[in-house]
């Protein structure tokens, strides 16, 4: 589509809402003319929430998660068991796990997972504050929550492989069926994986 | 879901994104997030792309689409048909026409249809000036590009009342089947409203 802009300031606005992930030239428009209607205070007010997010934005010096203040907390909450830490890639991923209300660790944000093909190194990730976390000797258990995926295995392995001298505990989340999922959807990997993962029935239900 | 944000800014500029049409709390975390990730520079250009174009965004005194300058390109063009007038409800829709390559002439927009519910009476819409362009007596034609709802309706019948005197000639664009689309799937209305508006045929093909 060979669009042309009646407005360059409208042009330069849309393009920077199509770098946005998952918004095209149709929807960047249709949100830009959106804000363009509102009030100029509304605009500035949207406009600032943003900017002021980046600039004082400060993330928490034990889990790395965003955090106002220098501890998270989550991190300064001593009803939380300390000894158990999940690993995730990134701040959605806490966000996720601590909506499931079935967890009470504490967590630890790598922002990211090793990935050759996108120039992420392991010195890129936050894995050497893990190690210092674990080799202090409090945690128990590590709890790898990556993504099911070539680079989310291969960081596990590498992270495996810089915790196995403390003796901690290492687990990997369950991959398996989906809560009402149905069987013959599902595919023969994650069928499998649940096969050979199955746990013992309690007689208690999830739904 | 009940999800307590790590970050009151988070949760600010999450709030903020989530007052855009079609963004709800999910997209709105990873769309700011994705932002978190950029550099100053980069979200300062995309905040700062907004304000610009709020503050400094200008309106054609003619055709009121917006434009960087006093007249916008169109109604500027002398190519153009001056003597024909689309009128559409927005920006969008001046795009989407100009899209089709279909349209030589110039624009009027309204800025939104008349709806009682919503509080749009015929003084919020830019209708006096389309009547003061037609007055003038250069314009031979306006079309009628408006949404096919109640509201586009009224709105239509609202502007043949004031333009009838004028002795211009009033049409509405063709409603029927979509190119590409299947008879069968069509509603009844858009269907009978495209066998009572059918056209000669030219032996040509739209596709």
Redesign the interface.
Known sequence: ?N????????E??V???T?????GRK?A????????R?N?SE????????????????YCSVCH????TDI???CANPMRDHGVICVVE???D??AV??TMQYRGVYHVLGGVISPMDGVSPGDLNISTLVERVSAGEVKEVILALSSTMEGDTTNFYIYRKLSQYGVKLSVIARGIAVGDELEYADEVTLGSSIVNRTPFTGKTVL
Chains 1, 2 share one sequence.
Not at 3 to 10: D, F, G, K, R, W
Not at 29 to 36: D, I, K, M, S, Y
Not at 46 to 57: P, V
Request: hydrophobic content about 40%.
């Open positions: 589509m669009q042309e802009y009646p407005s360059t300031l409208l330069r606005a393009k920077e809402f770098k946005l992930p998952g918004i929807t428009t249709r949100l830009v003319l959106h804000l363009l509102k100029e605009v500035e007010g949207f406009a600032s929430s943003i900017t002021t997010l980046k600039r004082d934005a400060k998660s965003i955090s106002d998270c907390p989550i990134n701040i959605q806490v966000m601590e909506n």
